[in-house]
């Protein structure tokens, strides 16, 4: 089964508003990742939180890890059209190092 | 730059005829990874190189092979395309560092396969 459970499946919003995506995951993980894709495009690396991290930031981008509820959340701030994209938090399983297990992914749409 | 090059970026096959996707890579990485994406889904790993080492999913279905001849380079080979197989394939790399912690996977922009 998925790893990662991401809510919501859509969300739309106006350019200036923040945007909060969800992932929920089932076993103990080494770090969590995020990813964005635009349309028609691969994925690119967005942030990265280990285990014992609580909170990371990368420019509008905010990343919390909540280990004990399994659960993560990213929010984009001052969000811009450029920002739409489809979000997939993914993480690795404790003992299993060299793969990844994506959630089923956020679609954003920011509207001018 | 690019650094995870697939091509071709669209390709259109006819049912039951065998096709290639390739994947090339210049960030000398020592994992490749193959991700089937249907449309609003997550990527689904079919199988990864950790170096030479084949690693397939335990769900990756027969039809599906890959090939690994050298650091740099990576194919998937469908045997025999179903209408089902149609999708997008991506190709990922990444590094293990020692201490195992997962990095960052690098994404090529994928090919996109049509069955006729």
């Known amino acids: 089964s998925q790893q990662g459970e991401e809510d919501p499946q859509a969300l739309s919003i106006q350019e200036g508003e923040n945007a909060t995506m969800n992932c929920s995951y089932k076993?103990?993980?080494?770090?969590l990742q995020w990813y964005r894709q635009n349309s028609g495009r691969g994925l690119v690396h967005l942030i990265l939180i280990r285990s014992n991290e609580r909170e990371k930031h990368s420019g509008r981008l905010r990343v919390t890890l909540d280990t004990s509820k399994k659960s993560s959340s990213l929010l984009i701030t001052a969000s811009r059209a450029a920002d739409t994209a489809s979000y997939f938090c993914a993480t690795d399983a404790k003992g299993n190092t060299d793969k990844l297990i994506f959630g089923t992914g956020t679609r954003l749409q920011v509207f001018p | 730059d690019a650094m995870v090059i697939q091509n071709p970026r669209y390709q259109v096959t006819q049912f039951g005829k065998p096709v290639t996707l390739s994947c090339s890579q210049t960030?000398?990485?020592?994992?490749m990874y193959w991700y089937q994406q249907k449309s609003s889904q997550a990527p689904k790993l079919l199988f990864h190189?950790?170096?030479?080492?084949?690693?397939n999913e335990a769900d990756t279905p027969d039809n599906f092979q890959s090939r690994r001849p050298n650091t740099s380079f990576c194919f998937l080979d469908i045997r025999s395309p179903g209408l089902g197989d149609a999708a997008m394939y991506l190709c990922a790399t990444s590094t293990i560092l020692g201490g195992g912690s997962n990095q960052p996977q690098h994404f090529g922009d994928g090919t996109r396969l049509s069955i006729l």
């Open positions: 076993t103990s993980i080494n770090n």
């Open positions: 190189y950790y170096d030479k080492d084949f690693n």
């Open positions: 960030l000398n990485h020592n994992v």
